[in-house]
């Protein structure tokens, strides 16, 4: 079995989870368990003390719109759709003010979702690209001597390990 998804980042969230949960976690992934977890993350992400008034501010009318590029995104990342069309380092140039804090936040909140939703090598399929991602975008917005927070080095090295524990890699 490949190791859970690390969620160390995610104490402090659970009070937030959805309740219910699906009753049990998705295996496999097809667009409608995309467009679960889209709507699951971004529902929470909403909510959030912190990251909440930053995207509620960004995407004040615009939030079906986003929801569905969203879908789109992790479909061709996950899936393979090839439905994604866009600049996704340039979306995020607006958000130079923001620290690496928020895209812990934004991480831990990713990862607890998927734990909520996925079986462990499901939700691997989604966090390896989001961490990859989350420290690209970082170092193009806050330049490239930028250090990632301890927490997300951490996630970054227990995703290695997860990828390295899978069985048939
Ligand atoms: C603190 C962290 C983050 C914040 C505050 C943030 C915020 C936003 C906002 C407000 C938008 C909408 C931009 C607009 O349409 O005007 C956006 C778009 C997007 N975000 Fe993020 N984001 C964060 C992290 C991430 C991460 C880690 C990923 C990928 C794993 C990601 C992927 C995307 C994508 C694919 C889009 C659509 C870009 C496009 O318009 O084509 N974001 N983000």
Do not use: C
Not at 76 to 88: D, E, H, M, P, Q
Not at 100 to 114: I, K, M, N, Q, V
């Amino acid at each position: 079995m490949p190791a859970r998804v690390p969620i160390e980042m995610s104490t402090q969230t659970s009070r937030q989870r959805p309740d219910p949960w699906p009753a049990t976690r998705l295996a496999e992934i097809d667009e409608d368990a995309v467009r679960l977890l889209v709507h699951t993350f971004y529902g929470r992400i909403r909510d959030d003390d912190m990251l909440g008034p930053v995207f509620r501010q960004a995407l004040e009318g615009r939030w079906d719109i986003h929801l569905e590029k969203m879908v789109a995104f992790w479909s061709s990342i996950v899936l393979g759709a090839k439905r994604y069309r866009g600049n996704v380092t340039q979306a995020h140039q607006p958000f130079g003010h923001l620290s690496g804090e928020h895209f812990s936040r934004w991480l831990a909140l990713f990862f607890d979702t998927l734990d909520g939703l996925f079986e462990p090598q499901a939700a691997f399929a989604f966090a390896e690209p989001a961490i990859r991602i989350a420290e690209s975008l970082q170092l193009n917005l806050f330049g490239w001597e930028y250090a990632l927070p301890p927490a997300q080095r951490a996630l970054l090295d227990s995703v290695k390990q997860a990828r390295h524990a899978r069985p048939h890699e």
